[in-house]
């Protein structure tokens, strides 16, 4: 069982992302367990504060330690080898975290407890970070209001590399970040649209020359788009 602990102070707009498809049905056959806890019910005050002025002037709010450090605690337990040896991981979503890639998802989805903290507002208290947070992951170097859609795109991009989430297992591997290229181009019926036609190999049957036809076109478009991939490629044939 892989489970995902959420902490946030907008539970509801996990609500629907958590009955799509491929999460519902892994929750449903038990292999997934996708829980979130509303940040201001960890708070002791009858505001049910999670924000304050920040330190030292300037605009906006920031996190208070208090109420995420206890929603982390009680759901992963104090950080340290305990807790990591459990499996648990507690992952901050933040612009100032390294970049999530699918090496990084890999290696999440070996885990066995996520707990994705989300934040809001300008800042978090950094002894909060300190003294409960494994990591700070970003999602790509813009500015969102938040730290929910990182834990969405997060959430699915590890749930569907866990055992069990996804139906088809061959779907996954040959997949265009696992191979560490880009797909090449798509095509279903009808055979001829607006005058262009699906290339005349794709409905030749000769699954040798179709394989090798995708090879070209995925490579030719990961050159043309992307060539710091395959600078990042080891020599082919090894696992990355
Ligand atoms: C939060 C904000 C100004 C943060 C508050 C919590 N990749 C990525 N982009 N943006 C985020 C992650 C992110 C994650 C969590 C967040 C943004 N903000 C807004 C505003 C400075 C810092």
Known sequence: MFRIDVITIFPELFETFRQTSLLGAAREAGTLSIETHDLRSYTEDVHRSVDDEPYGGGPGMVMKPEPLVRAIEELAGEKGPDREARGAFVVLLSPQGRRLDQKEVRSLAGRSHLVLVCGRYEGIDQRAIDLAVD???????????????????????????????????????????????????SYTRPAQFRGQSVPEVLRSGDHGKISRWREERARERTQERRPDLLEQRPPSGEKR
């Open 135 to 185: 990591q700070e992951l970003s999602i790509g170097d813009y500015v969102l209001s938040g730290g929910e859609v990182p834990a969405m795109a997060l959430i699915e991009a590890t749930t569907r590399l866990v055992p069990g989430v996804i139906g088809n297992p061959e779907s996954l591997v040959v997949e265009s970040f696992e191979k560490g290229m880009l797909e090449g181009p």
